[in-house]
């Protein structure tokens, strides 16, 4: 005979449901905070999450999208990367920037304005992770020295601080007026001159005036 009452509830892992995946993007956000992008691994969160490290693959396809997506940031790293990189260095100032525009423009820029500009420690792991990855990505592509590869990546956070500031947080009018593909010659020009600073002499191509990117797939 039985009283009605349950029972605890059996305690164990996660099943996969739609719930799971926001679940999952919850204690990965307060791993990421705590230990550090280096240190945590995708078990670490599956264990934190009481779930089966097979879930963390299904759902996603590497530490770095679980990591983007839990700051709110869901962009394919490695796509955008082949997409700035892969055509070489003449251009890339202004792939560059028409990532960055298309970023903005997308469902998810204001939240990612928001997280750039709100929780401290958010944006601390934030900046030094897509910084870390920067850097990577510029030492092998650009193999001047360390002083001038420096310089030159200065220079080049600069411009797109003042473009984050000018445009999504003082609201100019002058930056807001320029129109898409304006905006990508005008900053993916600057940027360009910055790359080149660091380029090997062969590399420095001319730019292809008149010309703008596509938007990246991000």
């Known amino acids: 005979m039985t009283t009605g009452a349950e029972g605890p509830r059996p305690r164990g892992r996660r099943p ?17 905070l705590r230990d550090g992008f280096s240190a945590v691994s995708l078990r670490a969160v599956a264990r934190a999450a009481e779930c089966d490290p097979a879930l963390i693959h299904y759902y996603f396809s590497s530490k770095e999208q679980l990591f983007f997506e839990a700051m ?33 423009e997308s469902p998810y820029g204001d939240r990612l304005v928001s997280t750039l500009t709100g ?7 934030l900046t030094r992770v897509i910084g870390e990855r920067i850097r990577q990505v510029a030492e092998e592509l650009l193999p001047a020295g360390r002083a001038r ?46 790359i080149d600073q660091a380029a090997p002499p062969r590399a420095a191509a001319a730019r292809p005036a008149g010309q703008t990117p596509s938007s990246p797939a991000l």
Do not use: K
């Open 72 to 104: 709110h940031v869901p962009i394919n790293a490695d796509r955008v990367i082949d997409y700035v990189t892969s055509p070489g260095l003449p251009g890339m100032g202004r792939r560059l920037f028409a990532f960055l525009t298309a970023v903005y």
């Open 16 to 32: 996969g449901s739609p719930e799971t995946r926001e679940h999952i993007l919850a204690v990965a956000w307060e791993v990421f």
């Open 119 to 125: 929780d401290a420690r958010t944006r601390t792991l």
């Open 149 to 194: 590869r420096g310089q030159a990546m200065a220079q080049a956070e600069t411009i797109i601080a003042g473009y984050i500031t000018a445009r999504c947080l003082l609201r100019s009018e002058h930056t807001a007026a320029l129109s898409r593909d304006e905006a990508v010659v005008v900053y993916g020009d600057l940027l360009q001159d910055a």
